[in-house]
């Protein structure tokens, strides 16, 4: 089981990236798959995640309104779309499958997730 992060990189205040998730061993449709990150200093904080089951999403506050997850499963690829970006999301995002095909509690904690990937860096200057 391969879980591989892309599309992170440095943008202003304001601008937008997409990550993706792809994944290799399973199949997404599977699994609830999530987003986290974690900034220099700062523990790992839950993004977003959607439930394979029947595409329920979930975000943090921090975030609702400016990100959107999404997949594709024909290409076992999820996304999060980051719009209207601020230097407070700086940080290194992962993406984790679970091994349920919902998102347990909301999906937005570490701990109900068995499968991590290496991380990509976001930075967002001011």
């Known amino acids: 089981v391969q879980l591989v992060e892309s599309g992170g990189g440095l943008v202003q205040a304001g601008g937008s990236l997409r990550l993706s998730c792809a994944a290799s061993?399973?199949?997404?449709?599977?699994?609830?798959i999530g987003w986290f990150r974690q900034a220099p200093g700062k523990e790992r904080e839950g993004v977003s995640c959607i439930s394979s089951s029947d595409g329920s999403t979930y975000y943090t506050d921090s975030v609702k309104g400016r990100f959107a997850i999404s997949s594709d499963n024909a290409k076992n690829t999820v996304y999060l779309q980051m719009n209207s970006l601020k230097p407070e999301d700086t940080a290194v995002y992962y993406c984790?499958?679970?091994?349920?095909?919902?998102?347990?509690?909301?999906?937005?904690?570490?701990?109900?997730?068995?499968?991590w990937g290496q991380g990509t860096q976001v930075t967002v200057s001011s």
């Open positions: 061993g399973f199949h997404f449709d599977d699994h609830a």
């Open positions: 984790a499958a679970e091994t349920y095909d919902y998102c347990i509690g909301g999906g937005l904690s570490p701990e109900v997730y068995d499968y």
